[in-house]
């Protein structure tokens, strides 16, 4: 594979505060060495940070970090941006910033600023939940996962698979709308493309979802109990899904778009897995809420 993993979100966010709150009263996460009013970083792991917060005029998904492994790796990937014909940019500082040795800026075929980086800087204070979460699982498989509107539809699922080489773990037709998931290491899918624009009443803060997994499927219902106790409004009730396997819930986050709070997927072997198309949308639970009348 030539991606390695998520590596971070970045969003753009008219309240830190609430953001702050949010990532560490309800999912768990730890503040990591910035913390002032113009930039909050979240840590799930060793690393300096996850979800990287800026202050900003609206509140939206800014960028999508992904990993590779060494220099080396990048500096391969650049070379097949440039054989592609693909447009690329290298922002000075902004490897700094995102704590980072070397990376470059891509804009996929869905209008989504991709970072592709190596070399992330490990913090120096070892991870500790402020709520006694015993872990999020990270490590090789990343952050975690995001799912995409990915019109138009062919042109970004040839972008990610056939020049990021990104593998195709299973696919359904959801209602009439094409869903490819995709992985790059041993999680499930490390990125779902959904046929559908960015103007879909679900897709909100520009992105359909994020999600983090937890390494003990009872930090799930503490979470759970926590959102509800905090009034954290729900995007989908607690259920699993068909294809991974994930016992989960679906809570929003402070930029609107859904957070995926779950435990228990399936893995994948890259090496010999073998694509299918699922049945869809999930084994039990998973309603949605608040959908609009049509």
Same mark, same amino acid.
């Given at each position: 594979m030539k991606i390695h993993s998520l590596g971070y979100l970045v969003v753009t966010s008219t309240d830190l505060a609430g953001w702050k709150k949010f990532g560490t009263? %309800?999912?768990? *996460? !730890?503040?990591?060495a910035q913390d002032s009013d113009a930039e909050l970083w979240l840590r799930a792991d060793e690393r300096a940070h996850r979800v990287v917060i800026e202050? =900003? #005029? +609206?509140?939206?998904?800014?960028? $999508? =970090?992904?990993e590779v492994r060494n220099d080396v790796e990048l500096e391969a990937l650049v070379a097949d941006f440039d054989a592609a014909g693909i447009s690329y940019e290298?922002?000075?500082?902004?490897?700094?910033?995102?704590?980072?040795e070397d990376l470059v800026r891509v804009i996929d075929p869905a209008g989504y600023v991709l970072e592709f980086y190596w070399g992330h800087q490990v913090a120096q204070q070892l991870f500790s939940s402020p709520n006694a979460v015993g872990g999020f699982k990270t490590g090789d498989q990343g952050l975690g996962h995001v799912v995409l509107a990915a019109a138009p539809f062919e042109e970004s699922n040839r &972008?990610?698979?056939? !020049?990021?080489?990104?593998?195709l773990t299973d696919f359904a037709d959801m209602g009439g709308t094409p869903g490819h998931f995709l992985h790059t290491n041993a999680r499930h899918h490390s990125l779902a493309l959904i046929g559908c624009d960015k103007s879909a009443w679900f897709v909100k803060g520009g992105l359909i979802h994020l999600m983090v997994e937890l390494n003990d499927p009872s930090d799930v219902g503490r979470a759970h109990d926590r959102a509800k106790a905090a009034d954290i409004e729900f995007f989908?009730? $607690?259920?699993?899904?068909? /294809?991974?396997? *994930? &016992? +989960?819930?679906? %809570? /929003?986050?402070?930029? =609107?778009?859904?957070i995926e709070v779950g435990?228990? #997927? $399936?893995?994948?072997?890259?090496? !010999?897995? !073998?694509?299918?198309?699922i049945p869809f949308p999930d084994m039990w639970g998973h309603q949605v809420l608040n959908v609009p009348q049509q």
């Open positions: 009263d %309800i999912l768990g *996460m !730890t503040v990591g202050a =900003g #005029a +609206s509140d939206e998904v800014a960028a $999508i =970090g992904w290298r922002p000075e500082g902004l490897a700094a910033r995102r704590a980072v &972008f990610y698979r056939r !020049t990021l080489g990104f593998g989908e009730t $607690i259920g699993q899904h068909a /294809n991974d396997e *994930m &016992f +989960s819930f679906y %809570i /929003n986050s402070p930029a =609107g778009f859904p435990s228990g #997927a $399936i893995e994948v072997d890259p090496a !010999t897995h !073998t694509s299918v198309n």
